[in-house]
């Protein structure tokens, strides 16, 4: 019976559904946290009686049609890149962006990630590094003895050196930028790559045109809205017991038929 193979795609989508779901609200206080949705399309229809069709020898056209659908598909899983809030820490090392960009980081292999997480920490050697250890590009190194870290909204970073009263610009945290955010491909530790879908990266400054600004002592939380989330999450519950239901009655409704040719 059709209708079985049908209920199981719908299943199966909420299925998914609430793995996407769990996902958002096991990551709600992750860092700069992108959220995603799962979209869906119905599968193709079998057409018993095509809209249009000339319905009798006199020309009549039917005015509606018989099609029973397949069920439903997964089409994606994008991430909703929106903005999330600001929340204050007072640490000197965490930076979050305001608008557009990305953090780009060197990996020991000498390709780059890019990430919204701005948690950074300082290693042995003075560098701003990702929790990982990974510098932060362009690689700013702070000296020894080196007091009253700023991060400006461009990015700048300035410090205060022995025997000085003035601060030093020692360097710069650069911001990247992608034509299609929604094509960067997550690998893990709050960290993405660039893709084809991404196009290529654009390197630039904070405040500069179509960048965002730099916030220090500041975090990006995620951006993943619990209530909707918790609407959600019901709504694939629900659905997926209805689809169950139906595989229930298609299989009695097989039964019965079965046992009138007995």
Do not use: C
């Amino acid at each position: 019976m059709r209708a079985l193979d049908t209920a199981a795609t719908g299943m199966a989508a909420m299925d998914l559904q609430v793995q996407v779901i769990a996902g958002n609200l096991a990551n709600m206080t992750t860092t700069g946290f992108k959220s995603q949705r799962a979209e869906f399309q119905d599968l193709i229809y079998e057409h018993v009686q095509r809209i249009g069709a000339q319905a009798s020898e006199n020309g009549n056209i039917l005015p509606v049609g018989i099609e029973l659908g397949s069920g439903v598909k997964t089409v994606g899983t994008p991430r909703l890149m929106t903005q999330g809030t600001l929340s204050q820490t007072g640490n000197s090392l965490d930076v979050a962006i305001q608008g557009t960009g990305w953090f780009k980081i060197l990996l020991p292999d000498g390709t780059f990630n890019y990430t919204r997480d701005g948690s950074f920490q300082m290693d042995n050697q003075g560098r701003i590094v990702t929790a990982q250890g990974n510098p932060v590009q362009p690689t700013i190194t702070i000296p020894n003895n080196a007091s009253g870290l700023t991060v400006n909204a461009q990015g700048q970073v300035s410090v205060t050196l022995p025997g000085s009263t003035a601060s030093s610009i020692i360097g710069q945290i650069g911001l990247t930028r992608f034509i299609n955010k929604g094509g960067l491909n997550p690998v893990g530790s709050n960290q993405y790559t660039d893709t084809p879908s991404s196009g290529p990266p654009q390197d630039g400054t904070a405040n500069a045109e179509g960048y965002g600004s730099i916030t220090q002592g500041s975090l990006e939380q995620s951006n993943v809205d619990v209530v909707s989330e918790m609407s959600n999450l019901i709504t694939a519950q629900r659905a997926y017991e209805m689809n169950s239901k139906v595989i229930s009655a298609a299989d009695q409704m097989m039964q019965t038929t079965t046992a009138l040719f007995r």
